[in-house]
């Protein structure tokens, strides 16, 4: 594995800039917003991916083959190298009314737990350092494949344990709180919803 990377990205800055300019009174400065209002803005974010993982796995598949379950022919053997990446964020479509509460120049807001919004391996970097084939064992065309997708399955597990969700609810809330800030409240707070809901 390799090390992790907080991802803010120019778009979701560019993104928080316009939410940031709507929010503006008619004169640029702050406008008192209503729950309705700020509902909308925060919702128009989207879902914010606020951190990506970069990680690498070395996955070893061997599948050994037998005549009649009982001959052994020899096995197929693959060693991957795997090159992932994984990303977390909060989807703000779906904070909802009852999650915002408003009173004047303070506002609470309740954000969706941090997902997993994507996990792949990237290609260029990702390549089989060996493969074998039994010598009397047929081949096996779909071991690469099977390799691939037990080395993303270990590398999303990885991210998790590691603590990519926990990260990127708290890059979320930093972003929301400042986007709220600018937009005129003097008391921002982010929770995050319990995970029963």
């Given at each position: ?13 560019l993104i ?170 003097e008391a ?10």
């Amino acid at each position: 594995m390799s090390g992790l990377v907080a991802l803010v990205g120019v778009v979701s800055a560019l993104i928080a800039a316009l939410v940031v300019a709507r929010m503006q009174g008619p004169r640029g400065g702050p406008a008192l917003l209503n729950t309705a209002t700020v509902l909308q803005r925060i919702q128009s974010l989207a879902q914010l991916v606020t951190v990506k993982y970069v990680l690498e796995k070395i996955v070893i598949l061997e599948d050994p083959k037998y005549l009649g379950g009982l001959i052994p022919l020899g096995q197929n053997r693959i060693v991957l190298l795997a090159h992932g990446q994984v990303k977390a964020g909060v989807d703000f479509s779906e904070v909802h009314a009852e999650d915002l509460e408003v009173s004047g120049r303070r506002i609470v807001v309740t954000l969706p737990r941090a997902i997993v919004t994507d996990a792949y391996l990237v290609e260029q970097r990702t390549q089989v350092l060996d493969y074998r084939t039994g010598l009397l064992a047929p081949f096996d065309k779909t071991l690469e494949q099977t390799a691939r997708r037990q080395a993303l399955l270990e590398i999303t597990r990885a991210a998790r344990q590691n603590g990519i969700e926990e990260e990127a609810a708290e890059q979320a809330r930093k972003q929301l709180t400042r986007l709220l800030e600018a937009g005129g409240f003097e008391a921002v707070e982010i929770r995050l919803r319990s995970p029963q809901r």
